[in-house]
Every structure is written in structure tokens, then in C-alpha cells.
């Protein structure tokens, strides 16, 4: 009787266990009918797939892997990383339901809007725009054959500061006497301008583990443009 128990409990943990070490994957690319990008897996389910096709996923960990045919079996071990909220902060983003920006497809073609980097923020488009914490910051422009005056200004009451573009450059240092801070907002105007440009700045924590993790932040804090960027160029 005490052996039978004790045989029970060991399979009620082990259950236990598999469950909670069960974990989720997301798609983003696929050829197999029925398996589309934003749909997310149970890592632990069996998934068969016929030679000559693919599912590439993103695991909890931030793992891209490639599933290649012919294969069946689990697509994924344990789950471990970010969890579960980033699958679904990836599945959004790749379902389009975070909004704004061009599809995946579009950016892996090369046929995405301005700046070419993900990091350099374009001084002359509104919006919200994520760098890392700690790296160094780039104003980008899409004119840059002539020279150019640039008027910063931290929004409300920041005062205006003023850098140079030379001729020929498109991209500028951020100018050390403004302050970067998550969440402010920056007032942006070429000198004698008609039109000027608000962009607010999103600080990325420096310790997030991968660009997968970057990607999954960007996204759930309106960086959208450059988190579906940042993910087209892993896989």
C-alpha cells in the first residue's frame, strides 16, 4: 500500500513538472498548411511536417529555430526566458494587431521605410522611438546633401540646442547637452523650418537578454516600425 502511494505521488509530480516546464512557441514563418505566422504552439505538442517544407518559431527563450522536414515530434524542451508574454507580445506584433509599420515581409524584401538602421532615430518623423539604455544615440536624416541646422528641444520647458549636419552626412551624435530620459518627449525642427518633428524616447533596459526580448518590448511599448525591423533580420 505505502509502495502504491508513493508510486501515485511520484506520477502526480511528474506531471506536475512536465506541465509547468510545457511551453509555447510562436510562428513566424511557415509552408505547412494550417500553420500560419502569429499562431502560437504547444511546445509539447507532436508537430509533423513533410519534407520539402518549414515552420520557423521563436521559443520562450527567444530562440529562433527552424523546423525542416521531415520531422515529427515536440517542437520545443522546456520552457525558460521571458515566458509566455513574450510569445504573445511576438504574435501580436506579427499578426499585425500592434499596429503601424510595414509587414514582416515587406521589411525582410529591403523595401522599408527610413532610417536603414534600426537605432537611429529619423530627427524628422514623429513618433515614439526605443533605443537601448546606456548606447549611444543617432539623429538620422533622409536629405543630407546639403548642410543643416538642427533645433532640439525637450518638451515642455527644455531649452533649445543646436547641432550642425555637414554636407553629405545623414546621421548626427545626440547632442550631449540634452538629456535622454525614457519617456520624454523631444521637439525637433530644422532652423528657419516651417515644420518640426515630436519624438518620444523609449530606454530599453540594458540587461534584456536577447533582441528577441528587445523585439517583445518594443512592442508592448510603441516601438512597432522598429520591433517588426528588428525581428524581420533574425530568421
Not at 506536475?16 to 509539447?44: K, P, R
Request: proline share 5%; aromatic share 4%; net charge positive.
Amino acid at each position: 500500500m505505502r509502495r502504491h502511494l508513493l508510486s501515485v505521488i511520484a506520477i502526480v509530480a511528474f506531471i506536475g513538472v512536465s506541465a509547468a516546464e510545457a511551453s509555447q512557441l510562436v510562428v513566424v514563418e511557415s509552408t505547412v498548411a494550417g500553420i500560419s505566422s502569429g499562431q502560437i504552439l504547444d511546445g509539447a505538442k507532436p508537430l509533423d511536417i513533410a519534407a520539402g517544407k518549414s515552420v520557423t518559431v521563436i521559443t520562450e527563450s527567444g530562440q529562433v529555430k527552424k523546423l525542416a522536414g521531415p520531422f515529427s515530434g515536440a517542437p520545443a524542451g522546456k520552457a525558460g526566458g521571458g515566458g509566455p508574454d513574450i510569445v504573445a507580445s511576438l504574435s501580436r506584433l506579427i499578426e499585425g494587431k500592434s499596429g503601424g509599420g510595414a509587414t514582416l515581409g515587406v521589411m525582410r524584401s529591403g523595401k522599408r521605410s527610413p532610417p536603414p538602421g534600426v537605432w537611429d532615430i529619423d530627427a524628422f518623423r514623429s513618433g515614439t522611438h526605443c533605443i537601448v539604455a546606456g548606447s549611444e544615440a543617432r539623429l538620422w536624416r533622409a536629405k543630407a546633401k546639403k548642410k543643416a541646422k538642427l533645433q532640439i528641444k525637450t518638451l515642455p520647458y527644455g531649452k533649445k540646442v543646436a547641432s550642425n549636419w555637414a554636407a553629405g552626412a545623414d546621421v548626427l551624435a545626440w547632442p550631449a547637452a540634452v538629456e535622454i530620459k525614457d519617456g520624454a518627449e523631444y521637439l525637433m525642427r530644422r532652423a528657419k523650418g516651417l515644420t518640426a518633428s515630436r519624438v518620444t524616447l523609449r530606454l530599453i533596459p540594458g540587461d534584456t537578454p536577447s533582441d528577441v526580448h528587445r523585439v517583445a518590448w518594443m512592442a508592448d511599448n510603441g516601438c512597432v516600425r522598429q520591433a517588426k525591423e528588428l525581428l524581420a533580420g533574425l530568421y
